[in-house]
């Protein structure tokens, strides 16, 4: 019986990894971004900064065109492991490692459900890191799980994940494509393209106007996902035993006001563009957060852990704010188990 749940398990993801990693060598993701403006500020609310990974091991699980991967390589790590299963995405990774010039970073074509001991070795990266994918793979935890095992004790794994307060409205949209475009993901693209113009306006601004193509097939093609809580990573890190380090957003109100006093939001806020009201209630943050920066002078190097309460307070405001925050962060340090 135990054998017939798993055989029909294993081809449940066979066939979501099929389409996800199918349309992402088609459509790779992302077309362009402009990472370094995002990096400082997301990086210090995680409890991590830029120059932590200078002399560090790095891996991306799920790097897609290979942008984050390549920030880490040129920003001083001293090994990069970008991680990925599709050939199209993988294929623009290597040709702007190629054009970097950079010597410090291999893409390798792999399942990081299924990640290779042999290949990948327990507890060898300081920083393992997956942004936008887990979601994808039909066994989020699993992929989850392989972060952490590569991960050193006392080292840092970063996971984001779409969310499902801040997703909810936007996957009704999607939803609406599912229906009209059936499994034709080129025609549920261009069904959202065609019936949601604002959003893909919002989005497309956000990323300088150079993703238009990726953003609907990423948002509306999407071929399998599923949204998360932040109490529900909370309760992996406890699994493999992660101690909280923080959020992007932040899960706690007072750390809105310690993340908009920051230098880092500067550059960090030219990717609210698109997205007016957010635009605004920043504007506003960065104002008044002068003066909360008047009684917390340190730099904050690990959040408290929030309370479900918080989380739960957050999220709800996620939710009205919609597209903005889709995914969120987290990150946590690997505690030694003897401690
Ligand atoms: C939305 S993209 C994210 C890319 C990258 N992390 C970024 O945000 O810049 C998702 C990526 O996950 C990859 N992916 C999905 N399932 C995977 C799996 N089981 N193993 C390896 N890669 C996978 C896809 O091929 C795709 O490139």
Not at 130 to 143: A, F, M, N
Not at 184 to 209: Q, T, V
Request: aromatic share 14%.
């Amino acid at each position: 019986m135990n054998d017939q749940i798993d055989v029909k398990e294993q081809e449940r993801i066979k066939k979501i990894q099929k389409t996800v990693v199918g349309m992402y060598s088609k459509k790779p993701w992302p077309a362009s971004r402009e990472t370094n403006e995002e990096m400082g500020w997301r990086l210090h609310m995680l409890g991590v900064r830029k120059e932590d990974f200078v002399g560090k091991r790095v891996i991306e699980l799920g790097c897609g065109t290979g942008e984050y991967a390549l920030w880490y390589a040129a920003n001083g790590a001293k090994e990069v492991v970008g991680v990925d299963l599709s050939d199209g995405s993988l294929e623009i990774a290597n040709r702007k490692k190629k054009e970097s010039k950079l010597e410090n970073i291999t893409f390798i074509k792999h399942d990081i459900l299924k990640l290779d001991k042999e290949v990948f070795k327990d507890e060898y990266f300081d920083y393992a890191y997956s942004v936008g994918v887990l979601h994808h793979t039909g066994d989020p935890e699993k992929g989850f799980k392989n972060l952490c095992r590569v991960t050193k004790t006392g080292g840092v794994v970063i996971v984001s994940l779409y969310n499902a307060y801040s997703r909810f409205v936007l996957r009704i949209k999607q939803n609406i494509c599912k229906i009209l475009g059936g499994d034709d993901i080129d025609k549920r693209a261009r069904i959202g393209r065609k019936l949601f113009p604002f959003f893909m306006y919002s989005m497309n601004k956000r990323y300088h106007e150079s993703n238009y193509e990726a953003i609907s097939y990423d948002v509306f093609g999407f071929p399998h996902e599923s949204v998360h809580t932040a109490e529900e990573v909370l309760k992996w890190f406890d699994k493999n035993e992660l101690e909280y380090t923080g959020a992007f957003g932040p899960l706690r109100l007072r750390d809105y006001f310690y993340a908009y006093s920051l230098p880092e939001y500067h550059a960090f806020k030219k990717t609210f563009s698109g997205f007016p009201i957010v635009q605004f209630i920043s504007y506003m943050m960065n104002k008044v957060s002068g003066a909360y920066r008047y009684f917390v002078k340190d730099e904050i190097r690990k959040f408290p852990r929030p309370s479900w309460f918080s989380t739960l307070m957050i999220q709800l405001i996620w939710f009205i704010i919609g597209n903005r925050i889709n995914c969120f962060t987290m990150a946590a340090i690997k505690k030694d188990k003897v401690t």
